[in-house]
């Protein structure tokens, strides 16, 4: 559920990819700590105006999700 390799995602785009990754996690006590930081990091971030900067901040958020996916949802 990675967004297309190479596309380029918006902030907006970025915040409702990563809380529909949320819904992929096996607890709701998980889906709502990361819910929860997403909210904050995207508002951490939210008076960024460096596109280089943005683009590296969506670059590492995606690579998180994936892991934090992985590491939750792989089969034991």
């Given amino acids: 559920m990675l ?13 409702r990819h990563l809380l529909r990754c949320c819904r992929r996690l ?3 006590a998980m889906q709502q700590h990361y819910r929860h930081a997403i909210r904050q990091g995207y508002t ?3 008076d960024e105006d ?3 900067r943005i683009q590296m901040i969506i ?3 995606v690579a998180d999700a994936g892991w ?3 590491k939750y949802t792989k089969k034991k």
């Fill in 3 to 15: 967004p297309l390799v190479g596309a380029e995602l918006t902030p907006v785009q970025l915040y």
């Fill in 26 to 28: 096996p607890t709701d």
């Fill in 44 to 46: 951490s971030h939210s």
């Fill in 50 to 52: 460096d596109p280089e």
């Fill in 59 to 61: 670059q590492r958020a």
């Fill in 68 to 70: 934090v996916l992985d």
